[in-house]
């Protein structure tokens, strides 16, 4: 018997495999969820991709299509064109109005309704919330007496200063590097009181130069932005958030003064009237690669950082809007020149995948297997010493003790068993294989792992310079090993938009622009010419939490 073809869409069934991939949490299977609701909706695979997410739409809608011709499904019914976007113009007021709905974004507008506004609005260009802060990978550095000292670390205020202030070759604001150093703690607390839970262990992100890394116990940045997001539903109205909107100019009165936004909503005019102000939070510019070659006069002046180097952020949301916006209204940029690469970097994309140079216990070998930086090093040091190695790449290589078992889930929620899969990893139960399967010379590799063991127990002092004062170090002894290929990619830009530590914006003169404000990587002068591995998070948390008082209440 001859099954009669589909006249409707099964996509459980359809897209079954694709729905169960190592898709990005918050940003890949965001895309295939709603992308999926949208077929059924509609019948039709002729549906919009989500923005931002555009090769996980594509790869769901080709997916279901392949299904269904081999079902015998007339394609012409499910490929007729299923969404479409009037033109209709259209004004909304609210006391704040956020422009970017990534972690720096969301907190200022949950900061600033927490401080007595009514309204808040959110401008996102991207199909879901979270921005750039969905791939992170969660670090939010921050004193903390009660977890570091139960770890026996030793640690203080004035130490995360002066780590932060150097890591950055001393050119970061001072009142500003204090202010984030002193209350990053603070802002941990409130995203506690929010819902975020913190891992009781501390840890220490790749160039972090300390132990005071804070990870949440779900997998990954977006575990800040999902507690986020049930902080603006539960909130009565109070927050509003616009997607697919992005903000296209501020809009300032006679005086200067900043009070309001227009943006575009699939070609239609959006603006919104803020009574108190606009905070600015749309990330840095590290995918946008003609500008970051135009200012790349700095720190990496000597490398070309065109489009052979890729970028770890999401690729639509790191294109520097904000910082355009800003320089119109009348604010000053300093720093552009500062940007980081970091040596996590995945081969062809520079997305920061599969096994993380986080932590500790791991080696930094080149395609021989010979150690050549110390793996303690800040990122600046680390991704230079990369560009030095043949083919400017290199291997991290990592055993049982950052993967006890095959199954056992990292801070990104991925698996060995997934990795290997995929062949983005390389295993072997002994160093010979392992140097057999890479290509590495044996000898080198094995003695590789025998400096870095000899400076873990003190035997001898490490030809590099790594000191094992963490108190996860230990020494790699037993297998399994495991290897994965790394490049340098971009990952930070640390210049933008002059602010104090209000987070207003300032001119030339030092004077704030009545009306706007800044927050998060958009902004400059906290991170000098380098920024410190978990100073990210805690920059956008801290600041964002602390704006709202400052554009509400006017303290």
């Known amino acids: 018997m001859t099954e009669s073809p589909p006249t409707s869409i099964n996509l459980e069934r359809a897209a079954h495999k694709k729905l169960h991939t190592l898709e990005t949490i918050g940003v890949g299977k965001v895309a295939l969820d709603k992308v999926g609701r949208k077929i059924l909706k509609y019948q039709s695979i002729n549906v919009d991709s989500v923005t931002g997410a555009s090769f996980s739409s594509a790869a769901l809608k080709e997916g279901v299509k392949q299904c269904l011709i081999k079902a015998g499904a007339d394609m012409k019914q499910f490929e007729k064109k299923a969404e479409f976007h009037p033109i209709h113009d259209r004004t909304y007021e609210a006391d704040v109005v956020i422009v970017g709905g990534g972690g720096a974004g969301l907190a200022s ?6 401080a007595g ?9 991207l199909g879901y919330l979270g921005g750039s ?16 000292k139960a770890q026996g670390i030793q640690d203080s205020f004035e130490t995360f200063y002066q780590s932060t202030m150097k890591g950055g070759h001393n050119v970061g604001n001072p009142e500003l590097v204090r202010y984030m150093t002193r209350h990053s703690i603070d802002a941990v607390h409130w995203m506690e009181s929010l819902g975020v839970k913190f891992k009781d262990h501390i840890g220490a992100a790749t160039g972090s130069l300390g132990q005071r890394s804070h990870y949440p116990v ?12 049930k902080v603006i539903a539960d909130s009565n109205g109070k927050i509003q958030v616009l997607l697919d909107t992005p903000a296209k100019s501020l809009i300032q009165d006679k005086s200067g003064r900043v009070i309001g936004v227009v943006a575009d909503n699939f070609g239609s005019k959006v603006t919104v009237k803020a009574k108190d102000g606009v905070i600015l939070a749309t990330g840095g510019f590290g995918a946008n690669v003609a500008f970051r070659q135009k200012v790349n006069t700095g720190v990496w002046k000597h490398v070309r950082l065109d489009d052979t180097i890729g970028c770890t952020n999401i690729q639509k949301a790191a294109q520097g809007d904000g910082l355009f916006m800003a320089q119109k209204a009348g604010a000053e940029l300093i720093g552009l020149s500062d940007i980081q690469l970091h040596p ?20 930094f070998v080149n395609s021989d297997g010979q150690r050549f930086v110390s793996e303690g090093a800040a990122r600046d040091v680390l991704a230079n010493a990369i560009f030095h190695q043949k083919g400017s790449t290199y291997w991290i290589v990592v055993n049982k003790l950052r993967y006890p078992s095959r199954d056992f889930k990292d801070s990104m929620g991925a698996t060995i068993r997934d990795m290997v899969a995929l062949g983005a990893v390389v295993e072997a139960p002994t160093l010979d294989e392992l140097a057999q399967k890479t290509g590495m010379k044996a000898a080198d590799l094995k003695a590789s792992i025998q400096q870095y063991n000899d400076a873990v127990t003190g035997k001898q002092k490490d030809r590099f310079g790594f000191i094992a004062n963490n108190t996860d170090d230990k020494p790699m002894t037993e297998g399994p090993w495991y290897a994965c290929k790394k490049v340098p990619t971009v990952h930070h ?30 902004t400059g002068g906290i991170h000098g010419a380098n920024r410190l591995g978990g100073n990210a998070i805690a920059d956008i948390m801290t600041f964002g939490h602390a704006v709202g008082p400052h554009i509400v209440q006017g303290k």
């Open 493 to 522: 830009t640390m210049g933008g938009i002059r602010i104090d530590v209000k987070s207003e914006a300032l001119n030339a003169k030092g004077q704030p622009i009545p009306g706007l404000y800044a927050v998060g990587e958009v």
């Open 218 to 229: 779900d997998p990954s940045g977006n575990a800040y932005i999902r507690v986020f997001e």
């Open 117 to 125: 506004a009514k309204k808040v609005i959110v401008l996102e260009k």
């Open 109 to 114: 507008a949950i900061s600033s309704m927490q």
């Open 133 to 148: 802060t969905n791939v992170s990978g969660a670090a939010l550095n921050a004193v903390d007496d009660k977890r570091q």
């Open 344 to 363: 996590c970097g995945t081969p062809g994309t520079g997305l920061m995948e599969n096994i993380r140079t986080s932590g500790r216990n791991r080696i």
